[in-house]
C-alpha cells in the first residue's frame, strides 16, 4: 500500500503542481486548501505524513502543525513564502520535521519527501529491535521504548526532539556534543536551520526539569555529567 500524503495548500497551481510528481511516485494524496478541513479529515483518514502551507484561511499551519503534534509523531514538512529565520525555528519548534521556502523545486520536496520516509522507517525499525531498555542517572530516569522521562518519580511530558536531545545525551554521559552535532543526531543532516534551536531543547529542558545535569560547555556546545560526577 502506498504512503498516504496530506497536502494543505490554497494555492490551486502549487497544489496542481505538487500533485503531478508525487502520483508519479505513487504516493496516495489528499489535496486541502485549509486547516480545518485537513484536520476533520485526518480524524478518520491517518494520513502517513503531512505537508503544511503557512498561510492559510482561517487556522493557519502553525496552528494545524502544533493541533497534529499533540495527538501524533507523523512527519510534518512545512512549505512557506516566509524565509526569515524565526519563522522556520518556530516550525521546527512547534513539531515539523522540515520546513521548504518557496518557490521551491518539486523534485527537491519529492527529495525530502523520501528522506523523511527513510529516517522514519530507520527508527521504526530501530524502535521494533529495542527492548524495554531504560537509562537512569539520580533521579532522572528515560524509558526508551516507550519514551518517557521521569524525574524525582514524577513524569515529565518532553516533545519528541526534546526526548532525542536527553536520549543522546544521556547515552554518552560526560562527553561533549556541539551544536552542529546535535542538531545533526535530531533534525537530521538536511538540517540547515540556526543552531539556536539547540539552544531553545535545552532551555525547554532545564524548565521543565529543574537540577537537569545538562551542563554548557561555552562556545562549544553540551554535555550531561553523570550523577557521581554531578554531586561532586
Known amino acids: 500500500m502506498s504512503q498516504h500524503i496530506y497536502i494543505v495548500e490554497d494555492d490551486p497551481n502549487i497544489r496542481n503542481i505538487v500533485s503531478a510528481y508525487l502520483k508519479q511516485e505513487n504516493?496516495?494524496?489528499?489535496?486541502?486548501?485549509?486547516?480545518?478541513?485537513?484536520?476533520?479529515?485526518?480524524?478518520?483518514?491517518?494520513?502517513?505524513?503531512?505537508?503544511?502551507?503557512?498561510?492559510?484561511?482561517?487556522?493557519?499551519?502553525?496552528?494545524?502543525?502544533?493541533?497534529?503534534?499533540?495527538?501524533?509523531?507523523?512527519?510534518?514538512?512545512?512549505?512557506?513564502?516566509?524565509?526569515?529565520?524565526?519563522?522556520?525555528?518556530?516550525?521546527?519548534e512547534l513539531g515539523s520535521d522540515d520546513y521548504l521556502t518557496k518557490p521551491f523545486s518539486p523534485r527537491e520536496l519529492v527529495?525530502?519527501?523520501?528522506?523523511?520516509?527513510?529516517?522514519?522507517?530507520?527508527?521504526?525499525?530501530?524502535?521494533?529491535?529495542?527492548?524495554?531498555?531504560?537509562?537512569?542517572?539520580?533521579?532522572?530516569?528515560i524509558q526508551v521504548t516507550n519514551r518517557r522521562v521521569f524525574w524525582h518519580d514524577e513524569e515529565i511530558e518532553v516533545?519528541?526532539?526534546?526526548?532525542?536531545?536527553?536520549?543522546?545525551?544521556?547515552?554518552n554521559q560526560n562527553r561533549a556534543f556541539s551544536r552542529e552535532e546535535l542538531l545533526t543526531l535530531i533534525w537530521g543532516e538536511d538540517y540547515f536551520g540556526s543552531d539556536r534551536a539547540v539552544d531553545d531543547l535545552v532551555k525547554r529542558l532545564r524548565k521543565k526539569i529543574d537540577g537537569l545535569p545538562i551542563e554548557t560547555v561555552w562556545g562549544y556546545g553540551y554535555r550531561f555529567r553523570d550523577d557521581q560526577e554531578a554531586n561532586q
Open 159 to 171: 516533545t519528541a526532539k526534546e526526548f532525542e536531545l536527553l536520549y543522546s545525551l544521556m547515552q
Open 27 to 92: 504516493f496516495t494524496l489528499t489535496m486541502v486548501d485549509n486547516a480545518e478541513e485537513a484536520w476533520e479529515m485526518a480524524r478518520d483518514g491517518h494520513p502517513d505524513m503531512w505537508i503544511l502551507d503557512i498561510m492559510l484561511p482561517g487556522m493557519n499551519g502553525y496552528d494545524l502543525c502544533k493541533k497534529i503534534r499533540q495527538e501524533s509523531e507523523v512527519p510534518i514538512i512545512i512549505i512557506s513564502a516566509k524565509d526569515e529565520e524565526v519563522d522556520k525555528i518556530l516550525g521546527l
Open 111 to 141: 527529495a525530502r519527501i523520501k528522506r523523511l520516509f527513510k529516517r522514519v522507517e530507520i527508527y521504526q525499525e530501530h524502535k521494533k529491535a529495542q527492548k524495554d531498555q531504560e537509562y537512569r542517572s539520580g533521579d532522572l530516569i
